[in-house]
C-alpha cells in the first residue's frame, strides 16, 4: 500500500508523522514523570497516615495516663474529706466532752 502513495504527499506526510511521533514520545515521557510523581505522593500519603495512626496511639496513651492520674488524686482527695470528716467528729468530741467534764467537775 505504500508504494501506491505518491511521493509527493509523502514527502508531505513522513516529516509530520515524525513530528507527531516525536510529540508522543515526548508525551509518554512527561505522562511516565508524572507516575512517579503520583507514586511518590503515595508513598507520602502512607507515611503520613502511620504517623498519624501513631499519634492517635500517643494520645490514647496520654489519655489514659491522665485518666489515671486523675483516678489517684480522687482517691487522694476522697481520703482527705475522710480525715478532715474524722478531724471535726474529733473535735466534736472532745468540745462534748469537756463539756461533761465541766458539768461533772461543777
Known amino acids: ?10 514527502r508531505l506526510l513522513l516529516p509530520k508523522l515524525s513530528e507527531i511521533g516525536g510529540e508522543i514520545r515526548a508525551l509518554n515521557a512527561r505522562i511516565d514523570s508524572l ?6 505522593f ?6 503520613l497516615r502511620n504517623e498519624m495512626e501513631s499519634l492517635r496511639n500517643e494520645m490514647r496513651s496520654l489519655r489514659n495516663e491522665m485518666l489515671a492520674r486523675f483516678d489517684a488524686v480522687n482517691a487522694r482527695i476522697d481520703g482527705l474529706e475522710k480525715s478532715i470528716s474524722t478531724r471535726e467528729e ?16 461543777g
Open 35 to 40: 507516575e512517579k510523581a503520583i507514586e511518590g
Open 1 to 10: 500500500m505504500a508504494e501506491k502513495i505518491p511521493s509527493w504527499i509523502e
Open 42 to 47: 503515595r508513598n507520602e500519603m502512607g507515611g
Open 90 to 105: 474529733l473535735a466534736e468530741i472532745k468540745a462534748r466532752l469537756a463539756t461533761l467534764e465541766k458539768k461533772v467537775s
